[in-house]
């Protein structure tokens, strides 16, 4: 009697050892490293890592798949530990490969704040290898269609092309950014001057000197006043933001993550706001800047957020996240002297409201403002949409997902952070339970873990998921019995 190991009765014949089939929809940061990781570790059990992704270069995405050259990492380089097990390779590859000479004001006191566009560029260099060996194959397609056949998943891309695969990542990333429903009953030219400022053609129309209003004061307006900046844009600028909250900058000095936050009792957000607000008060007697205690809280993040009972989840998301969010992700300094020069000299102005209304007035746009002292118009040529993806009913905003929610493989999470999962990255089904081929990696998962949107998070979760996938592939290769007289 004969003893073999295999995934699959059917694929007995064809190889002693197969291995399993995976596939990654998405390859951003999160599908690449993820596919990087699975083809180096995972070299026993899995036989092919394809990924689908329209973009020409894995590891971009939409934050580093930027051609201009303005807008930088809002983490420095040494913070970004992009490879797991090699924390420090993004800030070698920067030094070895001549990027610094190339661009010296990368080099701050605050550390090294690199263009993002640099960083797509180390992902590439490390995809490479992979991608010449054939252990990972890029098809530059979208996906269209999801379904489930005989035990495995069929991928369909926007060509026609159909992969099968044992294992099914969804790395999908960012949604577009919501477009508050008052721009949309503009006419055609009034709509042509509302731009999301991630689209590739978002500063294309505006001049030198025409007035912009920025709705949204997050990073992602930072990196656009940093766009207009480099345009030479004189005109003024104003950001407009509900909470009147703009993100801190970074301290300089090298200080290491502050606050032990290994605390069980942590179950609710005010206890939580307290033992911050503490530990800072802790920190500044050491002469230590509040920014160590945010370092510390986030790598704690994924206990805490699963340590708070759904209700206290919705309390921070309602009152906390805005406040954390400012503390949390910072401006680069180049982007923080870019705005502060901005505001001394006039070019920036910053105002505090909701936008209520957008109506045309000959070649300019007339926007209602909500502030807290009442209504107030404000005069532009041009509106940039710096709100951020809108990650609300995340299992909609595709069609192949809406397809994979109507047949019950995926959720969206209540939350409205994305999609459901457990902590090891499974779907959750429609009923609820976690599908172990399925799994959602990178920001969509973050409704499990709190905090998964910075490269550092992405990437502990892909190596997790990645030995967790291997492991799953392993276990899956039986032993079967074959009589001899087969
Ligand atoms: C503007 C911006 C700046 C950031 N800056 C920093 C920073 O400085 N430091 C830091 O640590 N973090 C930063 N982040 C956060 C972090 O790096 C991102 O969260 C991370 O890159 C997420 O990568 P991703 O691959 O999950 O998502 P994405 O970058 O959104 O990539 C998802 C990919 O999926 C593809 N895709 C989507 N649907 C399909 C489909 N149907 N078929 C095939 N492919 C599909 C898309 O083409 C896309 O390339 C930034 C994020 C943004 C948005």
């Known amino acids: 009697m004969l003893k073999i190991r295999m995934s699959s009765p059917r694929l007995q014949a064809q ?94 006191q605050e550390g090294i704040f690199a263009r993002r566009r640099d960083f797509g560029r180390f992902m590439q260099s490390k995809l490479a290898p992979h991608l010449d060996s054939g252990a990972v194959r890029h098809i530059r397609h979208a996906i269209r269609i999801v379904e489930r056949e005989n035990e495995q998943w069929r991928i369909c891309g926007a060509d026609g092309t159909i992969v099968m695969a044992d294992i099914l990542i969804l790395a999908t990333g960012h949604p577009p950014a919501s477009r508050p429903p008052v721009v ?98 802790d920190a500044q007697a050491q002469g230590i800047p509040w920014q160590s205690v945010f370092d510390a809280l986030r790598q704690h993040a994924p206990s805490l957020w699963q340590a708070l009972p759904m209700r206290e989840r919705q309390k921070f998301l309602g009152r906390l996240r805005r406040w954390y969010d400012v503390h949390r992700y910072r401006m680069p300094p180049q982007g923080a002297a870019i705005l502060g020069r901005g505001i001394d000299t006039g070019w920036v102005r910053l105002k505090t409201g909701d936008l209520v209304s957008v109506t045309e007035d000959r070649q300019e746009l007339l926007a209602g403002l909500e502030t807290r002292e009442g209504r107030t118009e404000f005069r532009c040529r041009h509106i940039l949409l710096a709100t951020g993806p809108d990650f609300l009913n995340y299992a909609a905003h595709q069609r192949f997902l809406l397809g994979m929610h109507r047949d019950g493989f995926i959720q969206s999470d209540p939350l409205g952070l994305g999609l459901a999962c457990d902590f090891a990255g499974r779907a959750l089904t429609v009923a609820g339970t976690p599908d172990t081929t399925l799994f959602v990696g990178g920001p969509p998962a973050r409704a499990a873990f709190g905090e998964l949107t910075g490269v550092p998070e992405i990437a502990a979760q892909a190596a997790s998921l990645a030995d967790r996938i291997i492991g799953c592939c392993a276990r899956e290769t039986r032993t079967i019995v074959i009589s001899p007289t087969m």
């Open 184 to 281: 949309d009953r503009l006419s055609a030219s009034a709509t042509s001057r509302i731009k999301d400022v991630l689209a590739a053609d978002a500063f294309n129309e505006i001049g030198k000197c025409d007035p912009v209003l920025i709705v949204g004061s997050g990073l992602t307006a930072i990196d656009a006043l940093c766009r207009l900046k480099a345009l030479g844009h004189t005109g003024t600028v104003s950001l407009l933001s509900r909470t009147g909250l703009m993100p801190r900058p970074h301290a300089g000095g090298g200080f290491s993550p502050f606050g032990d936050f290994n605390s069980t009792d942590l179950t609710s957000a005010r206890k939580l706001l307290s033992k911050v607000r503490a530990t800072i008060r």
């Open 15 to 108: 190889t002693p050892r197969p291995g399993s089939r995976v596939a990654i929809i998405g390859g951003g940061y999160t599908g690449a490293i993820i596919a990087k990781l699975l083809a180096e570790r995972g070299i026993r059990d899995i036989e092919e890592v394809t990924v689908f992704e329209p973009r020409e270069q894995l590891g971009s995405g939409l934050a580093y798949d930027v051609k201009n050259i303005d807008v930088r990492l809002n983490v420095a380089a040494h913070r970004m530990r992009a490879i797991p097990g090699a924390p420090t390779a993004f800030l070698d590859w920067l030094q070895t490969s001549g990027t610094l000479t190339v661009d010296p004001q990368a080099v701050t």
